[in-house]
């Protein structure tokens, strides 16, 4: 059985859903394998200005929510740290902070949540990855809801949908195992792809990529077997 690498759990959130960014970490503090996690990320989807209010304020909440071995391991980051000198693009503002994260983490993987996660029952690591320590990717069939998303993310990277197997997909919501270099190198090609940073690239592109299946073309063309 592989060893336990420590794990940042990163949850996105933003002015509207601070309550639930508390009763999220209050769950992470009382039900989550704390030594198995090395740091506690939480993105504040706000503007420049607002930002620092909204910090505070979510510091204040969490400052006596929780135990100080979890509190200790907080670390909150926004737009700016990022994208200092652009403005946000509105659709893709959060799906644009789940990837970028990754510039910012020295973890191999890194567990994506939203706000709205809460953990019931206690979990850990090995929850979300196999013996062998590879993430556990869930997939589902292909809806014809999904396919136009799908056949987007896949043409964003530049491959031919029609030459990968489109019946499956992976489940495009959080909690979401990722692994950050290849995150790293995902936003890399994207940019030098379309000589823009990645915001732009995906501005514009609403209903027909999103930032999973982005990451999930970006595997498989990389990998033939995603599930290895």
Same mark, same amino acid.
Do not use: C, H, Q
């Given at each position: 059985?592989?060893?336990?690498?420590?794990?940042? #759990?990163?949850?996105v959130t933003f002015s509207g859903d601070l309550r639930l960014t508390v009763l999220q970490a209050?769950?992470? !503090? =009382?039900?989550? !394998?704390l030594p198995t996690v090395s740091e506690y990320v939480i993105l504040i989807n706000?503007?420049? !200005?607002?930002?620092?209010?909204?910090?505070?304020?979510? @510091? =204040? #909440? #969490?400052?006596?929510?929780?135990s100080e071995e979890l509190f200790s391991k907080i670390r909150i980051?926004?737009?700016?740290?990022?994208?200092?000198?652009?403005?946000?693009? $509105?659709f893709y503002d959060q799906q644009m902070l789940k990837l970028a994260v990754s510039r910012a983490l020295s973890a191999p993987f890194y567990l994506l949540l939203d706000a709205k996660n809460h953990f019931v029952a206690k979990a850990g690591w090995r929850d979300f990855f196999s013996d062998d320590g590879k993430p556990l990717l869930d997939r589902v069939a292909t809806s014809d809801y999904w396919r136009?998303?799908?056949? $987007?993310?896949?043409? @964003?990277?530049?491959? !031919?949908?029609?030459?990968?197997d489109q019946s499956e997909m992976p489940t495009s919501i959080t909690p979401f195992v990722m692994v950050?270099?290849?995150? =790293?190198?995902?936003?890399?090609q994207l940019e030098e792809k379309y000589q823009t940073i990645l915001p732009n690239v995906?501005?514009? =592109?609403?209903?027909? *990529?999103?930032?999973?299946?982005?990451?999930? *073309?970006c595997l498989l063309y990389t990998s033939p077997s995603p599930r290895d």
């Open positions: 059985m592989e060893a336990i690498v420590p794990l940042p #759990l990163v949850s209050m769950s992470v !503090d =009382r039900l989550f !394998d706000e503007s420049a !200005d607002s930002f620092g209010s909204v910090r505070a304020a979510l @510091l =204040r #909440l #969490l400052r006596t929510a929780v980051l926004g737009w700016t740290d990022f994208y200092p000198e652009t403005a946000r693009i $509105g136009s998303n799908l056949e $987007g993310s896949f043409a @964003l990277v530049g491959e !031919d949908p029609a030459a990968y950050t270099a290849e995150t =790293r190198e995902l936003i890399n995906f501005k514009g =592109r609403e209903g027909s *990529a999103t930032e999973f299946l982005v990451y999930y *073309a």
